[in-house]
């Protein structure tokens, strides 16, 4: 049940390929454990903040949401409010810094000077900005032959934004923070594995890896005083972009997303990275537990990794929010370091057909807890279209595998 869908055969076509294994297990938490709790969500007209703000809104928390279309931020909000929280919908434009500082002066106001979460999510895409430079990166163009205008877009909003709308939450949480539940607020920024491994544009990776060093020294300065920073690494998302890809046939481009794998398989929900944070917000262990802390990666939680580890789950039951925008309740797709979407991706076509079924989607080797080293994606042996990937170059990979997580 992808947003936007109008065929109704189609509809459900997408839903079995999204992954309809319907299993007994509530979909959401049956109860409200973020209620009395705010959050802000910027970025929240659509993609992957929509779906942060409607999966916090499930855990009963009072969700702002921010952005710059008036009619999209109502409508977020209101699907917040349905899903179970109160969505309250702020008008910002995250590239001008006295609407960022009026925005949590309004928080401020209607929270009691408190709150609780705050996610990083407004980005500015270039693609979408500019019909020239989507044309361009399209074509998988080089950073020289894009406008200079790329470089700005992506670190305006997406790199300052995160840091001036965390300056001026800043009072908000550590006010939260001094709350004697015990609860430690919580700040995140979404990221992508384009922090360590390249995609989609040289200025793209390089604003994610400045994001997560945000988060690790935002932790230095606010972690002593109550707060934890967390840089949140969705995998493949459909989101709508993706989605507009699909229902114009456009596979060349669909393909430098996926890896080369259907969408419909690989992708994860927007509402599964509100549901990764939403655990992390409500249990302190769970911060703990789903955060890599070695090297150049620490104070970051991988969605599908975390999904898969605290047992949450993508897409919702019949009569939810989450089933109506995001599909039936199933398991989380694969991370894309897990062996469960790299051995589909590389080996099928190099190995001879009778044991091609041990590397496909749920073949015994195409494990979804194991996981290969952020080193090694660092190190990105890849050609870019992953089915042209050569052998020796993917035994790289296999020969560095880490052990089955506990």
Known sequence: AIQGQRDPSRRYSLQLLLGLCCAPGAAHAASNPLRGRTACVTGASRGIGKGIAIALGELGARVFVTGRRKQAIESTADLVTRAGGTGVPLLCDHGVDEEVQAVFDQ???????????????????????????????????????????????????????????????????????????????????????????????????????ASDRLVRDLQVELGPQGIDCVSIWPGVVYTEFVQSLYEKGDTERINRVTGGRDPNVVCESPLLTGR??????????????????????????????AARDLHLRDGGLDGTVARELYGPDREPAASIRSLGYLLPAFLPDKLPEPLRWLVEPNGPLASKDIRVPFDLMAQDPRTEDPRKQDLKDFAKVLTNTVSVPT
């Open 107 to 209: 928080i401020g106001l209607q929270s009691g000077g408190k709150l609780d979460i705050l996610v990083n999510n407004a980005f500015q895409d270039p693609a979408q900005k500019d019909p020239k430079s989507d044309e361009l990166l399209s074509k998988g163009a080089k950073f020289y032959e894009l406008p200079l205008r790329v470089w700005d877009d992506v670190h305006r909003v997406g790199l300052r934004s995160h840091y001036v709308a965390s300056y001026y939450a800043a009072p908000l949480l550590l006010s939260a923070a001094k709350d004697e539940s015990g609860l430690r607020p919580l700040l995140c920024v979404t990221s992508a594995p384009a922090a360590v491994t390249y995609y989609y544009a040289t200025a793209y990776g390089v604003s994610k890896a």
């Open 276 to 305: 990764v944070i939403g655990r992390l917000a409500e249990d302190l262990d769970a911060r703990k537990s789903a955060l890599s802390t070695g090297g150049l990666t620490s104070r970051i939680c991988v969605v599908a990794e």
